[in-house]
């Protein structure tokens, strides 16, 4: 496998009771991921922070002590595609969570100072793990460098570093899951009768018969228009047309003001000899005046 990264911190969990084979697997009644404040999701928390916390105090007699918290390290590492694949019948790429606990402590911190002088990332390198022998530790896990990763092996695993996956399985991270808001029950409002139908009956607006406002001076007005009539002047049609009275004048008509306007055919001939012999001709006038 490949180390991705290990949380700087000790992580601590708490499991009341005795251990047994049906409790594994079971989540901690309260933990810490940075090993001094509980974490917020736990459902029975023990104290306000683990330093105060009486599960995390060492007990027992010199040579035997122990605690009720458990301490662990929490690490991302990448198990190789070809192991996951024969084990799981597919391979996985992504990180994966590896508990370590307190009892592999000592080689953990061995394995990290071998990297280090050696100038080795611990990211670089392909990290088999084991058991050590039970009259040494029991249950400790081992640590040992089998080879170093290729520049093409490298380039494809660097993502996952400093990933956001990563970053949470180790504790750097806390990733918020959004619920979705549940939507009320959609409930159509009931049917009201709105009277439209029988105030517009049957036809539609646009059938309707809409009658145009009436013109003239609003009801209850004190001045009342001045009543027009067809006939004016004694009988006779005002404005333009023709007649025997002339509407030029306020005075009374004279004598010769209807002539220029009668239709009688024997009148127009006096009209026309009297004004033939009262205008002279333009030749009466030139001689008239050499004279």
Request: aromatic share 6%; glycine share 8%; net charge negative.
């Amino acid at each position: 496998m490949v180390i991705l990264a290990r949380s700087p911190k000790t992580s601590r969990a708490y499991y009341p009771g005795q251990y047994s084979d049906e409790a594994e697997g079971r989540a901690p009644v309260c933990s810490s991921v940075d090993g001094e404040n509980i974490d917020p999701d736990v459902p029975e928390p023990q104290a306000k922070c683990c330093s105060v916390c009486p599960r995390n105090e060492w007990i027992g007699p010199e040579g035997s002590r122990k605690k009720e918290c458990q301490d662990h390290r929490r690490m991302a590492v990448l198990l190789l595609p070809e192991d996951t694949k024969r084990l799981l019948g597919a391979p996985l790429y992504g990180p994966v969570f590896l508990k370590i606990p307190p009892g592999s402590f000592p080689n953990l911190k061995k394995y990290g100072a071998f990297l280090k002088d050696r100038n080795i990332p611990l990211p670089s390198c392909v990290t088999k793990l084991g058991f050590a022998s039970p009259d040494v530790s029991l249950f400790a896990i081992t640590f040992e460098i089998r080879q170093m990763l290729s520049d093409s092996e490298w380039d494809t695993i660097e993502p996952l570093i400093g990933g956001t996956e990563t970053r949470r399985l180790i504790g750097e991270a806390k990733v918020i899951h959004e619920t979705a808001e549940e939507e009320p029950p959609f409930d159509p409002p009931k049917k009201v009768e709105t009277g439209l139908v029988a105030a517009f009956g049957a036809k539609s607006v646009s059938e309707q018969e809409i009658i145009p406002p009436k013109r003239g001076r609003p009801a209850g007005s004190k001045n009342k228009p001045k009543e027009a009539s067809a006939e004016d002047n004694g009988g006779r049609v005002s404005g333009f047309a023709v007649t025997d009275v002339d509407t030029r004048s306020t005075n009374a008509p004279s004598k010769t003001a209807g002539a220029f306007r009668t239709l009688d055919p024997q009148k127009s001939k006096d009209l026309d000899a009297r004004v033939d012999a009262a205008v002279k001709s333009p030749e009466e006038e030139v001689d008239s005046a050499m004279d």
